[in-house]
């Protein structure tokens, strides 16, 4: 029996559900069915097969339906085991194995990567000047093999392909030519600024090509997150697996740690950025229910950091310390608070209307913009006390640019609130604005170092 007959005979079920509970119009059925037609549509059209599309679809539409949601209860047992099933063993063989064996291969080929330049007698966990060297390229080892991943998935044309690897091509010679003298600031910041740079490239090949999609974009959001979730939770699992290694290797006399960090880690590390990507390409449907759970659970808590901040340091009278480390600290702070809104936004409806939620997400972007606003004072007195330096300045233009784009989120948010404008204008402005970020990082990356002598 072919896909086709199989998901009409689900769509059916669907629609004979609806009509059995209550006396339920037929054009409302028919409203419902093309609603969730269209969603299955939207599904394939991100890489789902037809079986895996019928069920996300359904559980989508329980969210917006009361009757549909009730199918989604009822069902959800037979749904899960209809996945896990449909996810390996009844897959199609152009779908589901070809996916997995080429995420295998590629993340097999990334922990090759990470070892070439031992061939050349550089070596990962040995001194400065190899160090150097693998903090600048770590990420030109894995994320072109990313972006691979995702260009065959999407199937590419040979003109995308060629403009994917520009970015990753260009990205090799800054980093490789440009004469950084070792731990130096400026060879830092290219350090933690390229793998910016090149996560937001892998959003071209994520989106089949088509990067000014704003809809893609928002589903490239939505895909961080969960794979963050994933690569953490591999992360913690090879963290036990290594701890457990070197323990029973210890306990017969063997020492493993040079190997295990040597080898097992590096190597590790760069095969799981693929495998997480390949599992929540797998798993889109399991995985999707995280976002609201962590936003949810996260949003309260850093909202209450960011006033509790506030107060203590309007309290105390202790301004913001301007060092490195601190402002490394609060920027990341800034990001991941801004990443919250993100994937906030990424899991809600847009048809939904203003909530309690909502309202706490515009006194968390507030908070944030606080925050944001006594850094830009700690840094713009330091800047005027002792000039311009490489982390100053970085940190200066990365907080602009969270204050322009959280400030504006804090109007939309509050427009929206007040019914003055749809949740699609703050979707809209957020995606508007990610290119701005991987402009700021290839800034910082190619450019800082020679505005500022590789100091």
Request: a neutral charge; charged letters at 20%.
């Amino acid at each position: 029996m072919t896909n086709k007959p199989i998901l009409e005979e689900r769509i059916d079920q669907w629609r004979q559900f609806l009509r059995r509970r209550q006396a339920v119009h037929s054009a409302d059925v028919a409203e419902l069915e093309d609603n969730l037609r269209s969603q299955i549509d939207a599904l394939r059209g991100a890489g789902l097969d037809e079986d895996e599309a019928f069920l996300v679809a359904v559980k989508r539409l329980g969210d917006l339906d009361a009757l549909a949601r009730e199918f989604a209860k009822e069902y959800s047992e037979r749904l899960w085991k209809q996945l896990v099933g449909a996810s390996w063993g009844d897959a199609s063989p152009l779908t589901k194995p070809r996916d997995a064996a080429v995420a295998v291969g590629l993340a097999i080929a990334a922990a090759v990567a990470i070892k070439i330049p031992e061939l050349f007698g550089l070596r990962f966990m040995e001194p400065a000047a190899d160090q150097s060297f693998y903090m600048r390229n770590l990420s030109l080892f894995v994320l072109p093999f990313l972006a691979a991943f995702f260009a065959l998935k999407r199937n590419l044309s040979r003109s995308g392909w060629l403009w994917l690897a520009v970015p990753f091509f260009a990205a090799g010679l800054v980093v490789n030519l440009l004469p950084f003298k070792p731990e130096s600031h400026t060879e830092a910041l290219a350090g933690i600024h390229l793998p910016i740079a090149l996560w937001l490239m892998v959003c071209y090949a994520y989106a089949g090509g088509r990067w000014r999609d704003h809809e893609q974009r928002m589903n490239y959001v939505r895909f961080s997150g969960e794979w963050f979730i994933y690569y953490t939770l591999i992360a913690l699992g090879g963290g036990a697996l290594m701890g457990l290694t070197s323990f029973i290797f210890e306990a017969i006399g063997l020492n493993a740690e040079r190997a295990l960090a040597g080898w097992v880690m590096p190597c590790g590390a760069l095969g799981a950025v693929i495998i997480g990507a390949w599992l929540v390409e797998h798993k889109q449907s399991v995985i999707e229910n995280m976002a609201p759970v962590l936003t949810w659970l996260f949003t309260p808590l850093f909202t209450a950091l960011l006033l509790i901040f506030v107060v203590a340091m309007i309290w105390t009278g202790n301004p913001i310390s301007v060092e490195r480390e601190v402002l490394i600290g609060f920027d990341l702070l800034l990001v991941v608070v801004l990443g919250l809104l993100l994937y906030a936004i990424s899991a809600r409806d847009p048809q939904a209307t203003p909530g309690r939620f909502d309202v706490l997400q515009l006194l968390l972007v507030s908070s944030a913009l606080i925050v944001d606003a006594l850094a830009l004072w700690a840094i713009a007195a330091r800047i005027s006390e002792f000039g311009f330096s490489p982390n100053r300045t970085a940190a200066l233009g990365l907080n602009l640019l969270l204050l322009t784009n959280l400030a504006w989120s804090a109007v939309l948010y509050a427009r929206f609130i007040r019914r003055s404008a749809p949740f699609k204008r703050l979707e809209r402005w957020q995606t508007a604005f990610m290119p701005a970020f991987a402009v700021w990082a290839w800034f910082v990356t190619a450019l800082f170092p020679v505005i500022f002598g590789y100091r």
